[in-house]
């Protein structure tokens, strides 16, 4: 699938989603609106009628005007200046809100006008559909208001609207699957692009020296009795060359796979960084003068020891060194400083070369990641290299990070811990 058609589907996947949410919330808000309006409506039929049975009680008159009024969303008070005896206030406070199907926590207080203090407050609450009970003061004094509060009434709107709630945990669920195979279906092409590139670089790197073999077979073959020894001998060593070339790309593929199932073996024994940086300094020296380059190697290592594999160690510095090598854009400027920082070894690997961008730079660890350059790939290999670097040095208990600015070149800093002899 396309790159462009993946786009297309997810943003009309996102612009779908993002619809379906907004007319979810929308929905809910409505719903919310009708609730809380249907709660404040049968909330003020509920006091007002404890307000006419206070008053048939005391054989008072109900007044005219309303003595409701909501001081917020969930608080209310009623104006009224008989005596207030909390237990039958409470008590016609329940049975108004049970006949309204209002079923939830609330508090009452008592004030006195006169005093300007709260004489009472109690919450009653229900437990398995028993109401708390609750010792009352007696109370002589009259010029009385008092004020409900329901602390859980956004709670038990929203319970009441709990198809919507569940109806909305669905929706999200469903968007979460879809989310997910967005994610699987751009990992799968992102894989199949992978997947796509190794074979093509993997067949590029073996059609070279197999043609190669094969046209000096055809050569050997084909000579006579008046060929010298020298031109077959000749032909004979680049077969060979290239033959170990093959075996040299099959090598990595191998050990790549080992590295991924946890089997390669590693002989760890404990070395001196010194004699381990000195046979890597030969090597490396004639590399980059055979590129026309400069080499710079500084120790300062004290004599320091790691426990490492000596084979698998000289691998990882030869890749960093073959990548400065490849990805130089002229004569290649490469140095590598090695210091004991007590406890650990830091190996700072540099150059001057094209550099990696820095989208680029989280990526170049990965497997089979190798940084994008357009439609033109000049730089031979299979992108194993730095992920196999990778595995090495963290088998090794260390860390490897990378740095670096295009155009201007590329550190690495590689981190061992330190063995101290006892």
């Not at 670096?404 to 981190?415: D, E, L, N, V």
Request: aromatic content about 10%; overall charge neutral; some cysteine.
């Amino acid at each position: 699938m396309r790159t462009r058609s993946i786009r297309l589907i997810t943003s009309l996947g996102a612009l779908s989603v993002a619809g379906v949410l907004l007319i979810q919330f929308l929905w809910i808000r409505q719903a919310y609106i009708a609730e809380s309006r249907t709660f404040d409506h049968n909330l003020h039929l509920a006091l007002r009628n404890v307000v006419e049975s206070l008053c048939q009680t005391d054989g008072l008159d109900v007044p005219a005007y309303n003595p409701i009024e909501q001081i917020s969303a969930n608080y209310y008070i009623v104006r009224t200046s008989q005596v207030l005896q909390p237990q039958t206030l409470e008590y016609f406070l329940t049975a108004e809100l049970n006949k309204r199907n209002i079923f939830t926590d609330f508090e009452y207080g008592i004030y006195d006008c006169q005093s300007q203090l709260m004489v009472y407050g109690n919450q009653v609450s229900e437990n398995k559909g028993k109401l708390v009970k609750a010792s009352f003061p007696s109370l002589k004094e009259d010029q009385y208001y008092f004020g409900v509060l329901f602390p859980s009434r956004q709670g038990y709107l929203l319970g009441r609207m709990d198809f919507l709630v569940y109806s909305s945990g669905g929706l999200l669920l469903v968007i979460g699957f879809f989310a997910y195979a967005m994610v699987v279906m751009t990992r799968q092409k992102r894989l199949s692009e992978i997947q796509r590139d190794f074979i093509n670089n993997m067949t590029h790197e073996f059609k070279t020296p197999l043609s190669t073999i094969k046209l000096s077979a055809e050569v050997i073959r084909s000579a006579n009795e008046k060929d010298s020894k020298e031109r077959l001998h000749k032909y004979a060593s680049l077969i060979e060359k290239e033959a170990d070339r093959l075996q040299s790309h099959v090598e990595e593929v191998l050990q790549i796979a080992l590295v991924e199932k946890n089997k390669l073996q590693l002989h760890m024994q404990l070395q001196s960084v010194a004699d381990l940086l000195e046979e890597f300094d030969q090597t490396a020296r004639e590399k980059v003068l055979a590129a026309g380059g400069k080499w710079q190697l500084e120790c300062h290592c004290n004599g320091s020891k790691i426990k490492t594999d000596t084979l698998h160690f000289q691998n990882v510095l030869g890749n960093l060194l073959d990548n400065s090598i490849k990805y130089s854009e002229g004569a290649p400027v490469i140095s590598l400083d090695v210091t004991d920082t007590g406890h650990e070894v830091l190996l700072t690997f540099k150059d001057e070369g094209r550099g990696i961008p820095a989208q680029s730079l989280k990526h170049v660890f990965k497997k089979f990641y190798r940084v994008p350059s357009g439609d033109v790939q000049d730089v031979s290999g299979f992108g194993l290299g730095l992920f196999y670097v990778k595995q090495i040095v963290k088998a090794h208990n260390g860390d490897i990070t990378v740095s670096s600015t295009p155009g201007r070149g590329t550190t690495f800093r590689i981190k061992i811990p330190v063995v101290h002899e006892k």
